[in-house]
């Protein structure tokens, strides 16, 4: 009974614990999203945020400008008002 408790606990530390800190920060992250952030795309494009909406973006990349969902945003890059350092 002991190890299959442990191995239970293991699994929580492991893999439960870490998927749902990501969780959290990736809401967070889609809370503060705002106009001319640069983000990339879970697809892997990189665009400028023109405007925000409820559960959509649109974005500018390139010439191309289109409106995908929040939950597509795998980063921000840059926040507007700050310059890269490199």
């Known amino acids: 009974m002991v190890p299959l408790l442990l191995l239970i606990v ?6 439960i614990r870490p998927q749902q800190k990501k969780q959290k920060d990736h809401a967070t992250l889609l809370k503060t999203v705002k106009s001319g952030d640069k ?3 879970s697809g892997g494009i990189v665009a400028v945020v023109v405007t925000v909406k409820d559960k959509s973006l649109t974005v500018r990349s390139a010439d191309a400008k289109f409106e995908i969902t929040k939950s597509a ?5 840059e926040r507007s008002g700050e310059s890269s350092a490199s």
Request: net charge negative; proline share 0%.
């Open 10 to 15: 293991v699994f929580y530390f492991a893999l």
């Open 39 to 41: 983000i990339v795309t």
């Open 73 to 77: 945003i795998a980063e921000i890059t």
